[in-house]
Nanobody
Framework: QVRLVESGGGLVQAGGSLDLSCAAS????????MGWFRQAPGKEREFVGR????????VLADSVKDRFAINRDTAKKTVYLQMNSLKPEDTAVYFC?????????????????WGQGTQVTVSS
């Protein structure tokens, strides 16, 4: 059983930065891909980015690729989402997810473990 716990969310002014963390636990934690998604009120959950666990290669959504970065620490079983130049439209609950296979799409259904989410609110 894999458990994912996000942290680091909060309230920030537009133009500010936040760093989210997603810590994994469980003896069976051995993902191929870790993903970040977000869901704004009244909207569907959307892909933010993903990282290949072994190589560290990342893919980010066009809406955030110039402002966000994803990193991981394999020893700590933690993946990070570094968010800069935040905009009010980045306001959402942010989720991390783990997939036990290589994910090459933005499909949330490719992931089989999810965290509970952390709220990010960007004020204008």
């Amino acid at each position: 059983q894999v458990r994912l716990v996000e942290s680091g969310g909060g309230l920030v002014q537009a133009g500010g930065s936040l760093d989210l963390s997603c810590a994994a636990s469980g003896r069976t934690f051995s993902p191929e891909t870790m993903g970040w998604f977000r869901q704004a009120p009244g909207k569907e959950r959307e892909f933010v980015g993903r990282i290949r666990w072994t190589s560290g290669s990342t893919v980010l959504a066009d809406s955030v690729k110039d402002r966000f970065a994803i990193n991981r620490d394999t020893a700590k079983k933690t993946v990070y989402l570094q968010m800069n130049s935040l905009k009010p439209e980045d306001t959402a609950v942010y989720f991390c997810a783990a997939a036990d296979r290589l994910v090459l799409s933005t499909d949330e259904y490719a992931y089989n473990s999810w965290g509970q989410g952390t709220q990010v609110t960007v004020s204008s």
